[in-house]
Nanobody, 123 residues
Framework: VQLQASGGGLVQAGGSLRLSCAASGRTFSSYGMGWFRQAPGKEREFVAGINWSGGSTYSSDPVKGRFTISRDNAKNTVDLQMNSLKPEDTANYYC?????????????????WGQGTLVTVSS
């Protein structure tokens, strides 16, 4: 599966952005999906995950209550709605397809990665 992330940009603190990840391939609905981010000089970290059906989601503590992951299997997309953005959310954001139908918090369990989209939050 090939993944293409989009929607990044520059936003002021407190603002919102919606990232989208478009997937190619007929088997998209069988994959768990995740969003990760990597800030300059830091390791890649898990942000949010969603299982194959969308019935189970999980967000990391730093973004819990502010970010929401969702998917549309008919459109082969997975989105990340980001609200109440903070300067510390500044990073390159990557979508990834997991090895199986569930999501994982560790990047090693993801086989396919998008190219990343940059989110910059100004204070």
């Amino acid at each position: 599966v090939q993944l293409q992330a989009s929607g990044g940009g520059l936003v002021q603190a407190g603002g919102s952005l919606r990232l989208s990840c478009a997937a190619s391939g007929r088997t998209f609905s069988s994959y768990g999906m995740g969003w990760f981010r990597q800030a300059p000089g830091k390791e890649r970290e898990f942000v949010a995950g969603i299982n194959w059906s969308g019935g189970s989601t999980y967000s990391s503590d730093p973004v819990k209550g502010r970010f929401t992951i969702s998917r549309d299997n008919a459109k082969n997309t997975v989105d990340l709605q980001m609200n109440s953005l903070k300067p510390e959310d500044t990073a390159n954001y990557y979508c990834a397809a997991a090895r199986g139908s569930y999501y994982y918090t560790e990047s090693m369990w993801y086989d396919y990665w998008g190219q990343g989209t940059l989110v910059t939050v100004s204070s």
